[in-house]
C-alpha cells in the first residue's frame, strides 16, 4: 500500500471506530428495545470477545492445532486459572504470559 | 505496526487515531497483503460490532449529554471500561460520580493502551516477534470474557460462540464474529427464555419434522 492509501484506510479505521462505539448514542431520542432484544444483548458483548479470542488461542494459520504442544493453551489456562482464583486483568495477563513465555524459552515450544 | 510495512508516522497516526485493538490486528495483516481498502474497512466493521452492543448499554448512561460528548464518550469506551463500569453500575443515578467513574477508568484505559502502542512502534526492532509478546492483548481480551460469565447460560453460550468462530474461520472479512455472535445470542435466548423457549423451540423442530415426514409420505403415494 501506498502512503495515499495507507492514509485513506487509516482514516477510515477511524471512522468506522467512532461509528461501532457511538453507534446507539447518535439518536438523543427515546429508544426502547423489545424484551427479546434485550435479554438477546445480553449475550453478543461476552460471544464477541470470545469469537476474538478462540481462534487466537486454539488456532494456527487457520487451522485447528494438532499438538499439546504449544504454549498458548497453557497460558490460557494459567491465565484464566488466575482470573477465577484472584478476579483481577493484570495478574490475569502477566500469570498466562509467564508461562507462555516460560514454556517458549525453556522447552521451545 | 512497523514490521507490516507502514511507515512510524503511519504507524503512530493509526494507533493515536484507531482507538481499537483488535480491529488493528485484524486489518494491518490485510493491509499488508495489499487487500483492497474496503476489504479492510469491512473486516474491521465485523471485529468492531461488539462496539455496537456495548453502545445500545452505555445508552441510558450517556443520554443526558449532548450529541458531541455522547459520541466522544462512546469513541473512547473500551472493552475493560465497558465491562468495569457496567459491573459496577446497573443503572443511570446522575450525581453518584458514575461519569467520573467512567472518565477514571477511560482515562487509564486509554494510556495503558496508548503508552505501550507508542513505545512498541518506536522499539519495533528491540524486541523479537517470536517472543509472543503480542499474545499479552489476547489474554487481556481473555479476562474480560471471563469477566463477563455470570451464569451457566452465559457460559454455555460463551461455549458455542467460541466453537462457532473456529469452525466458521475460514469465512471471509472476520464474518465468523459475526456467526458466533449469532449462535450465542440463539443459544443464550433458547436456554435463558423465559422457561418455556426450550420446550418451543422442541416444539417446533417436531412440527417441521412431521410436516417433512408428511410430505415424504405424500410424495411417496403419488409416485405409486
Redesign the interface.
Known sequence: MSAAESLITIAGLAAITIVTRSFFLFSGRELVLPERVKRGLRYAPLAALTAVVAPEILMTQGHLIDTWKDARIYAALAAAAWFFWRRGILGTILSGMAVLLALKFCLGW | MVKG???VP?AL??TL????G???LA?LPL??A?AP?WV??AT??C?????????????PF??RFP?AQ??A???F?G??T?VLFMRRHQEPRPGSGQMEYFAGATAINWLSWQLPSVAGILLVDAIPA????G??G????????????SDR??AL??T???????AA??LPFKL??VV??A???C???MV??GGDAGRRGRDTLLRLLQRRQGQAAGGAGEAA
Open positions: 510495512g507502514l511507515s503511519l497516526l493509526m487515531t484507531v482507538f481499537a483488535s480491529a488493528q486489518a493491509m499488508t495489499h481498502i479492510v474497512w474491521a466493521f471485529v468492531n460490532l461488539r462496539f455496537v452492543v456495548f453502545s445500545a448499554q452505555w445508552r450517556f443520554l450529541l455522547r459520541v464518550f462512546g469513541y469506551s472493552d475493560l465497558y517470536h517472543w509472543g509478546l499474545f499479552a489476547v489474554l487481556a481480551l481473555l479476562g474480560l470474557a471471563l469477566s463477563l460469565l447460560a452465559t453460550a460463551a458455542v460462540a467460541g466453537a462457532a468462530a473456529i474461520f475460514a465468523n464474529i458466533a455472535i449462535a450465542a445470542v443459544i443464550g435466548l435463558d427464555g
